[in-house]
């Protein structure tokens, strides 16, 4: 095994993923989510638990109690004694920040096989009532937003991304029609992707006319709370050329958050710098371009949301996603597919996996494993995800290994 000593870093390479459809898994608990999830992703990679070093792993959701050393007991049932046992929360990043913490260890030489797990299955998690430990975790959850916000309770995110969306509408004067293309067009990548809660069509009408949940968000132009999980082997490019692995290699990270809570007040809620800055490090980083890129995948929570973060990453002008989303140009066979998918308005958004099922589409994208989403060509891509609303993200940018 090397060490720490190695005169240059190795770069981490994606070698496998896994993850069961998402939607509802009612009896399964989060952890055996997660390993089913690895099983798979280890026998995509040809290897077996054996080979694992280290395992980074996420919390198991936000209103299910966890108790400490949640890693620990991953390992234990695994019957592993590892190098690295890693645990990382951030909102909705927390498993892009892990896989970033296993990209880590493995370009330093610490280990050769990192196992990168995300799990939640919380979907309709008190629909048969709750008792105390619940309303202690539910006034815990509503701390999360800090003095001013949490008082309005869990489901401040809403009316917060309405607020945004509100304003992005009235200040390029965007109408309804438009943004409801972009879940219209989600939908259609979803019919191609197995892995996906929702993959029957719908029309803008259907959008539209789904009851609107905080205005002007309409129901299909938000995601799901959604049960699911995803697992991504990551090891050292040395091992991936001995063992002639196939995968897709990390060229290149950015990272860039606001020194805000959640939301970023007094600032523009249209415009997201830190998220144009965190793609612009990873694309240098890279030595790439956005004009290289031939797919990808972006957080997006909200139809409005995702619009707003494609703008911020640099691929529209501000107010020109919708516009551009109608006119096909993100999507399959367009001038950048992004969230081939399916996205989490269609694929479905459990937040804890959410970040490791868009790195699992990259995989198989430039490994020419997608089936009927598959991107001709596909040999570039980025992955971007957020935490907050919208006011942090991580960016990287995968390319073909083989």
Known sequence: MSGFGRDRLERPV???????PVGRHPGRSPTDLALDALDEALERSGMDHSAVEGVYSVPEGYARAQAPIHPQ???ERLGLE???????????????LAFKAACQDVALGH????????????RRRFRDGMDCGDLDRVLLLSAMYGSYLGPYG????????ALAAQRY??????????????PVLLRRNAAGNPRAEFREPITVEDVLGSRVVAPPIHKLEAPSWSDGAAAVVVVSAELARRRKLSGAVVTGWGECHDGSNFIPFGKDLTRYPWIGESTDQALERASRRREDLDLAEVYGAFAHAELMTYEAMGFFASGEAAAAVARGETAPGGQLPINPSGGRLSLGHPPQATPLLMIGELFEQLTAQAGERQIDGAAVGLVQAEHGMMNGSAVAVLEGFA
Do not use: K
Request: hydrophobic residues 55%.
């Open 14 to 20: 994606v070698a496998g993923f896994g993850a069961p």
């Open 154 to 161: 869990v489901i401040t995110a809403l009316p917060c991304y």
């Open 73 to 75: 007991r991953v390992a």
């Open 169 to 182: 509408l009235h200040d390029h004067s965007i109408a309804p029609e438009l943004v409801a293309e972009l």
């Open 111 to 122: 280990l050769d096989v990192a196992a990168v797990i995300g799990a939640q299955a919380e």
């Open 82 to 96: 590892l190098r690295a046992l890693v645990e990382v929360e951030n909102g909705g990043t927390s498993s892009m």
